[in-house]
């Protein structure tokens, strides 16, 4: 490495590269497309009815039998609050003064702004991995679960209506076959799942039961890309969205997430999974976006995550300045018998 004395230094300026370096976070596929989608959030909690068995009050007869007037309970309704989150934003007021000058290249208020959102992101898609805790909101393995680990849902016993269970299968060594019975169990008539999150490792192993299928169609066009609403042929298709890589099985995309426990596969049905987003009643609606971070949200389209920012305030007697970003809601699935999770593979 090059030393410089001051008979170089006393003449000339260090350059900044205009972007800071992202050097920690990773790919959050699930948690970017979750939340990029999200539904509305109503009232002091949300409430789902819930069919857990058939009304069996129907009888075969002819002529004049007498008919049942047996009146049937079939449904319970599930209940589930809300869960909210936030970051802090914090600049002393010298900091901000000296940033303030044309030697600031990278300003300090915007990086600091769009590192908290992206830092935010990152631990609430360690959050959708986690099972439920404290003030945690529900994850993908409380929805997935058998009442193995997760008794309850909605407020309802697990062992008391089974319905309520997820598809929670053991597989040691993936094949076309394990993933199909995990396909087949979460479905029922036309309905099955239609997305696929997993680990690298384990994308990895499906990759390799592909070929040389996936080598003769990448060798062509690239991976096919999955992005926030939707999948698209290839990464060239892609205008201004952030696309992750995938591979198809049974007609859905199988994605990788760098968030997702190690072994661990799951089959979604997004039509019955959704994070529902509670409003701020004072908060602005703030974008998700990256001018000055150079990382894996830096593709990422303006299109707002549901993040609310306060505003700046000046705590008192203290030249700083104070914010504060926050997100409400609940991950929830009103129906979780058609969500999966395969768990403890290995190769």
Known sequence: MATFDDYIQSLTLHSLAPQVADGVLGGNFFSHRILMNAKRWDGETMKFPFAYRKNTSGQWYDGMDTLSTTRVNTRIRLSFEPRWYSHSVVLAGTDMDVNNTQAGVIKLLTTEMEWAQQSMADTIGDAFYTLQAGKLPLSLLDITDDATDVTTYGGASRSTYTGLNGQRNSITTLSVSSMGTLADDCSAGSIGPNLGVTTKAVWGYYEGLLQPTVRHNIDISGYPQATSDGVVSSKQALKGDLGFDYLWF?????????????????????????????????????????????????????????????????????DAEVGFFKMGGQLISPNPRFQGRALTITS
């Open 250 to 318: 049974r007609g859905m995309p199988m994605v990788r997430d760098e968030k997702a426990p190690t072994g661990n596969m799951f089959m979604l049905n997004e039509d019955y999974l959704a994070w529902y987003s509670l409003a701020s009643a004072k908060w602005s609606q703030v974008p998700m976006g990256s001018t000055t971070i150079d990382g894996p949200y830096k593709k990422s389209p303006s299109k707002s995550f549901k993040f609310y920012w306060s505003g700046l305030r000046e705590p008192q007697a203290q």
